[in-house]
């Protein structure tokens, strides 16, 4: 620790003693022909021996603009862009700190002069609502990819985890000439393009393909990036292959090959790895399942998708996928995308948990581990039709297919101690599961606009077919003990009550589901002020059934057992009116919709007809926003949402589901729907020229007739658990996070930023049949600095302190705090030439978690890389858990319970991989630059 100190102090005297120059630079544009101001010009600045930009800006409505910045460089290029105007140049010498050049004329380029010389291209170009970099003024290393150029790009943020952030806000989606790469996840995109192929960065607001159509405003609360090829560009092969062995019979590989033919492309890839990498180029890719059904991810990086752990998460997993992307157009009016995914796994885990069970008057204690092994496998294909008619009628057609079978086997122990630490029940349980599901989707939308005011009609209709089977093989053996009523003397407790299952279950579930919505949009002030009158409608119905069969004398499963077997007949059908009115100018945008909303659930019990349930709801819905553009560089956002959710039918069931011996479960068919109002509001500000972002948020939710369970533990530790409504909860959250990036010189730059984040709820729950209210608080803050020496090092630390603070309303629970360090560092050499050595150094300490458990680790990954062969190929050596001290162990607090857990990790590894990648895109497999002539 005190070389890490040591080498801080030395970095802070290096940055204190670097030599820069700041300027600030002024002036006013016109046109040259009548002197009138130009509005939204292009200024941007140069250093001088390699065309580096250094700051740009536009100019406002009276053509003035200002620049400032700081650089090592005494004299710089300043350039001044119009569309129609020729490229201004002038030579500025940085000798003093405020230069202001007066009037510069634009001439006019003539429509003659333009037949022989080309004029230079801007490397910003801002328009109405189009952000446009050109690529080839913004210098990176040779092998960039997208996301290194992105990172080079003023105003645009990448994250290690490849999240993209422009002007502080997020990009959802990159396209690559206007269509999608690989479905939606950009960082397939950025990871694996390089940067010789674009020419443009374009970043405009993100809309839906009907909203694009219909030129519908959206908040601009996210943003998409638009690579674009040049013809001469877009027509070769290009890709890359890797592969790595390690210790501990570690390995991964991958590759990927893509064809390009102007509007026809074709990508196929594919990967594997035991290493818990999603599997695509040694874990740069985070998504590789295609159209999944769900995704989280951790703050360390770790992410689950569709229930199976990636990235240093719990259990160690085996991965392997393949896919191919296919877009092309057909005719003149037709679009078509389509990609396929295959992608499988392999996980293994080993848990253990203890956990304090908090009741009103007492505690107990249960404690449990398990061993399981997963084998899953998907595959997912996904086809786009966009038909554009004419100038007015767009036809979309997306059908995607889905299908996924899963093995997983599994053996748990779990037991129960009293308040005394006296074993009171315990069991044994051992499955085996099977799973088969398979998923079809179909979505029509129709749009049709009318005239010249922004007015259209849109139609939409989705249909979803799901069905599933599932074998389930189960052996348990549950334990009761008490005290011995034959011997009260005897201070052990003996076995009362023991349940043994042999058996088979067979399920099947089939889902269907109709949805439509229309909608007719009349404008009330020509494309500013429109009214909105929507209908929507949904029909769902499901076919579940699960059929349990003992083992009889003989060893076949042929007794049936309808305790624990169930058949439905689930119906949920929705409709709902709807009107909305919306206002758009330059500055500020709102909306205001409103819905009534009329359910109707249903449930037939087919094994036990006195639970057959139909239950109706109505109910107003509101969602409202507002977006007010305080300037170029800061906005503030407001939304509220009132919504109101009915009770799952699963609550609503009446019968007892005694499937866990351990936990009956009971459903209440008087439950009322929830409602929530929810609020958020956000204020963004982004200066790229002084280079400060900050941005603040709070939101919170008020909800009345919250479902909650409501357990009763018995004298057994036994539960029984229902459902009830309860009013009271709430929870608001907030936080502000501020950086600023400072350039030293050209080569040198600091960055800090500061964030502060905090938690609040009220939950009103059940402990015992005793209702409470529980209060939890969590603050956090963090704070980043990034020292970069381009090309020659960067470091990267980061500290976040999270205090938790839980306070009950009842005498008997006692109010508890928790408190979690996490220091993380970052360092990158690029010397000597051609090396690049990485470091990712992680420290948690939990002080709260059991003496049992791991309660502190640090996590040190480290990478040294060669490239050569004109930086086409890469050697690769990665030391993964340097030090062997990876551990999960985790600290989970509610209101109920206090619980440890820890469970199995990748340990440490070492690995020596390749990778190569080819390209021959544009002529002989080279990228040309354009010459071009600079009229002063």
Not at 70 to 90: E, F, M, P, Q
Not at 223 to 238: A, C
Not at 310 to 321: E, L, R, V
Not at 432 to 438: D, G, P, S, Y
Request: glycine share 6%; with cysteine.
């Amino acid at each position: 620790m005190k070389y890490f100190l040591f080498f801080i102090a030395l970095l802070c005297f290096t940055v204190s003693f670097s030599q820069s120059n700041t300027f600030e630079i002024s002036g006013t544009v016109v046109s040259a022909d009548d002197k009138t101001p130009l509005e939204s010009a292009t200024v941007h600045l140069e250093r001088i021996k390699d065309s580096t930009v250094v700051t740009y800006t536009i100019t406002d409505k009276n053509g003035k603009f200002f620049l400032k910045d700081n650089l090592s460089d005494t004299t710089v290029n300043l350039y001044v862009s119009y569309v129609g105007y020729r490229t201004y140049l002038k030579k500025v010498t940085l000798n003093q700190s405020f230069i202001h050049l007066n009037t510069l004329e634009l001439e006019v380029n003539s429509s003659a002069l333009n037949e022989v010389l080309i004029t230079s291209q801007a490397p910003i170009t801002i328009k109405k609502d189009t952000l446009e970099f050109n690529v080839k003024s913004f210098k990176t290393k040779k092998d960039a990819t997208v996301e290194d150029l992105l990172k080079e790009l003023p105003g645009v943020e990448v994250d290690e985890a490849g999240k993209i952030k422009v002007n502080g806000k997020e990009v959802t989606k990159i396209l690559v000439n206007g269509k999608p790469f690989f479905g939606d996840d950009p960082t397939i995109t950025t990871k694996n393009l390089t940067k010789e192929i674009i020419d443009k960065v374009q970043i405009v607001d993100s809309k839906t393909k009907s909203e694009a159509f219909t030129g519908e405003v959206t908040d601009g609360e996210e943003k998409t990036i638009n690579l674009t090829i040049s013809e001469e560009k877009n027509k070769g092969v290009f890709g890359r292959v890797a592969a790595g062995g390690g210790t501990d019979q570690r390995y991964e590989f991958a590759g990927m090959l893509n064809y390009f033919n102007n509007d026809q492309r074709v990508s196929v890839l594919a990967g594997g790895n035991n290493i818990n990498s999603p599997g695509f180029s040694f874990g740069e890719i985070r998504k590789m399942f295609g159209n999944i059904n769900s995704m989280s991810v951790s703050s360390n990086g770790t992410f689950t998708i569709d229930g199976r752990t990636f990235g240093g998460g719990a259990g160690i997993t085996k991965s392997q996928n393949a896919g191919a992307n296919y877009a092309d157009v057909i005719g003149e009016k037709t679009d078509i995308s389509a990609d396929y995914f295959y992608s499988g796994s392999n996980s293994e885990n080993q848990t253990a948990t203890q956990r304090e069970n908090i009741l009103p008057d007492s505690r107990y204690y249960t404690n449990s581990t398990s061993n399981s092994y997963n084998d899953s496998g998907s595959h997912s294909a996904n086809i786009g039709f966009d038909i554009e008619i004419d100038s007015t009628l767009l036809i979309n057609v997306d059908p995607s297919f889905r299908y996924s079978k899963s093995q997983n086997t599994y053996t748990g122990y779990e037991a129960s101690l009293n308040n005394s630490k006296v074993l009171t029940n315990e069991s044994h349980t051992n499955s085996q599961i099977e799973n088969v599901a398979t998923n079809f989707t179909n979505k029509l939308n129709v749009t049709k606009k009318f005239g010249s005011k922004g007015a259209y009609i849109k139609a939409g209709v989705d249909v979803r077919v799901n069905s599933r089977e599932s074998n389930d093989y189960l052996t348990s053996l549950t334990n009761v003990y008490g005290e011995d009523v034959n011997n009260p003397n005897n201070p052990d407790y003996v076995l009362i009550d023991q349940t043994s299952r042999d058996q088979f279950t067979d399920g099947n579930g089939d889902t269907k589901t109709l949805r439509s919505n229309v909608s007719y949009r009349l404008p009330i002030i020509d494309k500013k002020l429109f009214v909105n009158f929507d209908y929507d409608y949904s029909n769902t119905k499901t076919d579940d059934t699960k059929s349990t069969f003992d083992k009889d004398a003989e060893g076949y499963y042929t007794i049936f057992n309808q305790t624990l077997s169930t058949d439905f007949d689930y119906t949920d059908e929705t409709s709902a009116p709807g009107i909305a009115l919306s206002y758009k100018t330059e500055v500020f945008s709102a909306r205001i919709a409103s819905s009534y909303l009329f359910r109707t659930l249903g449930n037939k019990d087919l094994l036990r007809p006195e639970f057959n349930i139909e239950r109706t709801f109505k109910n107003m819905q509101l969602n409202s926003y507002m977006n007010y553009k305080l300037s170029d560089k800061a906005s503030v956002y407001l939304n509220y949402y009132l919504q109101n959710n009915p009770p799952e039918l699963q609550q609503l069931q009446a019968f007892a589901d005694v499937s866990d011996p351990l936990n009956t479960i009971v459903g209440n068919p008087n439950l009322e729907p929830e409602t929530s109002h929810s609020f958020y509001a956000g204020f963004n500000a982004f200066d790229f020229q002084k280079k400060t972002g900050f941005y603040g948020y709070f939101g919170g939710a008020f909800t009345d007739n919250k479902v909650v369970s409501k357990s009763i533990v018995t004298e057994d530790l036994e539960r029984i658990t229902t459902y009830e409504n309860v009013n009271g909860n709430y929870n608001a959250y907030g936080g502000v996070d501020y950086s600023k990036s400072i350039k030293l010189d050209s080569l040198r730059s600091v960055k800090v930023g500061f964030g502060v984040y905090t938690n609040i709820y009220k939950n009103i729950n059940f402990n015992n049949g005793v209702q409470y209210a529980s209060h939890v608080n969590s603050f956090t803050p963090e704070l980043d600095f990034t020292f970069e020496w381009k090309d020659i090092f960067e470091i990267r630390p980061r500290y976040s302190v999270r205090f938790t603070n839980n306070k009950y309303n009842l005498d008997t629970f006692e109010d508890t705090q928790f408190l979690f360090h996490q220091l993380r560092v970052r360092t990158v050499w690029y010397l000597p030439k051609n090396f690049e050595w990485r470091n990712d150094i992680e420290y948690n300490y939990d002080p709260s978690i059991s003496s049992s458990f791991q309660q502190s680790a640090w996590f040190w990954n480290s990478t040294l890389a060669y490239s050569f062969m004109k930086d086409k190929a890469i050697l690769t050596l990665k030391a993964y858990d340097l030090l062997n001290q990876n551990t999960n162990a985790r600290r989970t607090a509610t209101q109920n319970y206090i619980q440890d857990s820890q469970s199995t990790v990748l340990q440490r590894y070492f690995m020596l991989s390749f990778s190569w990648k080819f390209n021959s895109l544009g002529k002989k497999g080279e990228t040309q630059d354009d010459g071009m002539f600079i009229f002063d």
